[in-house]
Protein backbone atom coordinates (compact mmCIF):
# COMPACT_ATOMS: atom_id res chain seq x y z
CA UNK A 1 0.00 0.00 0.00
CA UNK A 2 1.26 3.89 -0.76
CA UNK A 3 2.04 6.16 1.94
CA UNK A 4 -0.28 8.77 2.47
CA UNK A 5 1.88 12.17 1.21
CA UNK A 6 1.61 14.96 4.10
CA UNK A 7 2.95 18.05 2.36
CA UNK A 8 5.39 19.24 0.06
CA UNK A 9 8.30 21.44 0.97
CA UNK A 10 10.01 23.19 -1.55
CA UNK A 11 13.25 24.61 -1.05
CA UNK A 12 16.66 26.49 -2.86
CA UNK A 13 19.64 24.88 -1.11
CA UNK A 14 23.35 25.05 -2.46
CA UNK A 15 24.94 21.43 -3.99
CA UNK A 16 26.64 19.34 -1.23
CA UNK A 17 26.26 21.99 1.30
CA UNK A 18 22.71 21.40 3.15
CA UNK A 19 23.00 22.18 7.34
CA UNK A 20 20.36 22.40 9.59
CA UNK A 21 20.20 26.17 10.08
CA UNK A 22 17.70 28.34 8.54
CA UNK A 23 16.08 27.82 6.13
CA UNK A 24 16.47 23.90 5.86
CA UNK A 25 16.02 23.48 9.60
CA UNK A 26 12.63 25.29 10.60
CA UNK A 27 11.24 24.43 7.15
CA UNK A 28 11.68 20.24 8.30
CA UNK A 29 11.32 20.67 12.12
CA UNK A 30 7.97 22.07 11.83
CA UNK A 31 7.05 19.02 9.54
CA UNK A 32 8.30 16.55 11.87
CA UNK A 33 11.21 15.54 9.21
CA UNK A 34 14.60 13.94 10.43
CA UNK A 35 16.92 16.94 9.33
CA UNK A 36 20.19 15.77 9.77
CA UNK A 37 19.05 12.45 7.73
CA UNK A 38 17.52 15.05 4.78
CA UNK A 39 21.03 17.04 5.37
CA UNK A 40 23.41 13.51 4.78
CA UNK A 41 21.32 12.26 1.82
CA UNK A 42 20.88 15.73 -0.04
CA UNK A 43 24.92 16.47 0.50
CA UNK A 44 25.62 12.58 -0.55
CA UNK A 45 23.29 13.14 -3.54
CA UNK A 46 24.69 16.59 -5.04
CA UNK A 47 28.67 16.31 -4.32
CA UNK A 48 29.15 16.59 -7.58
CA UNK A 49 27.54 20.05 -7.89
CA UNK A 50 28.36 21.81 -5.09
CA UNK A 51 28.16 24.97 -4.71
CA UNK A 52 25.30 25.95 -7.24
CA UNK A 53 21.98 26.39 -6.23
CA UNK A 54 19.54 23.50 -6.49
CA UNK A 55 15.68 23.21 -5.82
CA UNK A 56 14.66 20.55 -4.01
CA UNK A 57 11.36 19.32 -3.70
CA UNK A 58 10.63 17.11 -0.24
CA UNK A 59 7.75 15.09 -0.15
CA UNK A 60 6.63 14.42 3.67
CA UNK A 61 4.43 11.49 4.07
CA UNK A 62 2.22 10.65 7.46
CA UNK A 63 4.63 8.68 8.97
CA UNK A 64 7.33 11.39 9.17
CA UNK A 65 9.39 9.92 6.43
CA UNK A 66 10.33 11.62 3.15
CA UNK A 67 11.60 11.83 -0.21
CA UNK A 68 13.36 14.40 -2.41
CA UNK A 69 13.58 15.46 -5.57
CA UNK A 70 16.32 17.46 -7.38
CA UNK A 71 15.94 20.18 -9.97
CA UNK A 72 18.36 21.53 -12.54
CA UNK A 73 19.49 24.76 -10.61
CA UNK A 74 16.96 27.97 -11.83
CA UNK A 75 17.20 29.36 -15.70
CA UNK A 76 18.39 32.99 -13.96
CA UNK A 77 21.69 31.35 -12.62
CA UNK A 78 22.52 29.73 -15.47
CA UNK A 79 22.56 32.97 -17.54
CA UNK A 80 24.18 34.86 -15.12
CA UNK A 81 26.81 31.98 -15.37
CA UNK A 82 26.54 32.07 -18.75
CA UNK A 83 26.77 35.66 -19.59
CA UNK A 84 29.34 36.31 -16.69
CA UNK A 85 27.25 38.80 -14.75
CA UNK A 86 26.57 39.39 -11.09
CA UNK A 87 23.23 40.10 -10.83
CA UNK A 88 20.73 41.24 -13.14
CA UNK A 89 19.53 44.40 -14.73
CA UNK A 90 17.35 46.80 -11.97
CA UNK A 91 15.68 48.49 -15.37
CA UNK A 92 15.57 45.34 -17.63
CA UNK A 93 14.20 47.69 -20.88
CA UNK A 94 16.64 50.59 -20.12
CA UNK A 95 20.23 49.44 -19.40
CA UNK A 96 21.53 46.45 -20.10
CA UNK A 97 24.29 44.11 -17.98
CA UNK A 98 25.25 41.45 -20.45
CA UNK A 99 24.73 39.24 -23.38
CA UNK A 100 25.37 35.47 -25.10
CA UNK A 101 24.93 33.96 -28.10
CA UNK A 102 22.23 31.51 -28.71
CA UNK A 103 24.39 28.14 -28.98
CA UNK A 104 24.39 29.41 -24.52
CA UNK A 105 20.67 29.52 -24.44
CA UNK A 106 20.17 26.27 -26.38
CA UNK A 107 23.17 24.65 -23.78
CA UNK A 108 20.88 25.94 -20.81
CA UNK A 109 17.60 25.12 -22.81
CA UNK A 110 19.22 20.96 -23.13
CA UNK A 111 19.77 21.26 -19.53
CA UNK A 112 16.38 22.46 -17.97
CA UNK A 113 13.95 21.13 -20.31
CA UNK A 114 13.56 18.20 -18.22
CA UNK A 115 11.87 21.13 -15.47
CA UNK A 116 9.88 23.05 -17.81
CA UNK A 117 6.73 22.78 -19.45
CA UNK A 118 7.43 22.63 -23.24
CA UNK A 119 8.34 19.93 -25.55
CA UNK A 120 10.49 21.06 -27.95
CA UNK A 121 14.15 22.64 -27.75
CA UNK A 122 12.97 25.42 -29.63
CA UNK A 123 10.09 26.61 -27.57
CA UNK A 124 12.50 26.33 -24.39
CA UNK A 125 14.98 28.02 -25.97
CA UNK A 126 12.84 31.23 -26.32
CA UNK A 127 11.66 30.37 -22.81
CA UNK A 128 15.27 30.97 -21.73
CA UNK A 129 15.95 34.09 -23.78
CA UNK A 130 12.72 35.54 -22.36
CA UNK A 131 13.90 35.03 -19.04
CA UNK A 132 17.36 36.38 -19.92
CA UNK A 133 15.51 39.44 -21.81
CA UNK A 134 13.83 40.27 -18.38
CA UNK A 135 16.85 39.94 -16.79
CA UNK A 136 18.22 42.73 -18.78
CA UNK A 137 20.79 40.38 -20.95
CA UNK A 138 20.95 40.56 -24.57
CA UNK A 139 20.69 37.63 -27.02
CA UNK A 140 22.96 38.35 -29.96
CA UNK A 141 22.66 36.76 -32.81
CA UNK A 142 19.57 35.39 -35.06
CA UNK A 143 17.55 32.41 -33.74
CA UNK A 144 19.07 29.46 -34.85
CA UNK A 145 15.53 27.65 -36.95
CA UNK A 146 15.37 24.50 -38.14
CA UNK A 147 13.45 25.26 -41.52
Same mark, same amino acid.
Given at each position: ???????????????????????????????????????????????????????? =?? *???? &? #??? @????? +???? !????????????????????????????? =?? *???? &? #??? @????? +???? !????????????????????????
Amino acid at each position: MAKEVETFIKLQVKGGAANPSPPIGPALGSKGVNIMEFCKQFNARTQDKAGKILPV =VI *TVYK &D #KSF @DFVVK +TPPA !AVQIMEAAKVKVGSAEPNRKKVGSMSWDQ =VK *TIAQ &D #KIV @DMNCF +TIDS !AMRMIAGTARSMGVTVTGEFPSNN
